[in-house]
């Protein structure tokens, strides 16, 4: 069975850093994209980040882009985003989420496209 399980978020001032991890298990790893998505009070799940299985390809939201890193340590089996320079409006539920599709070039930003997704971790950055 696949399983996803995310470090714990925190709360931060703006400006700070924070990076979450995810490790997986039940699953080839190194061959299925992950994905990083958000979740705000009152608002819809949004895609943050994805990676590739090679991390050949990554992709970002626009809200995101230049300030988080999207990462991968396929021996480890887990998947990193590193999240700087925060506001408050990053404040959300972060998950992590895999396909498994066994394409190793694939990552999506469409929540569709994955089929396991962690538990949530909380993130909250104070102005």
């Known amino acids: 069975q696949v399983q996803l399980i995310e470090s714990e978020g925190g709360l931060v001032q703006a400006g700070d850093s924070l990076k979450l991890s995810c490790v997986a298990s039940?699953?080839?790893?190194?061959?299925?994209?992950m994905g990083w998505f958000r979740q705000a009070p009152g608002k819809e799940r949004e895609f943050v980040a994805a990676?590739?299985?090679?991390?050949?390809?990554?992709y970002y939201s626009d809200s995101v882009a230049g300030r988080f890193i999207v990462s991968r340590d396929n021996a480890k089996n887990m998947v990193y985003l590193q999240m700087n320079s925060l506001k408050p409006e990053d404040t959300a539920v972060y998950f992590c989420?895999?396909?498994?599709?066994?394409?190793?070039?694939?990552?999506?930003?469409?929540?569709?496209?994955?089929?396991?997704w962690g538990q949530g971790t909380q993130v909250t950055v104070s102005s």
């Open positions: 989420a895999t396909d498994i599709t066994y394409m190793s070039w694939r990552a999506s930003r469409d929540s569709r496209e994955y089929d396991y």
């Open positions: 039940g699953h080839t790893f190194s061959s299925c994209g």
């Open positions: 990676v590739s299985g090679n991390s050949v390809y990554k």
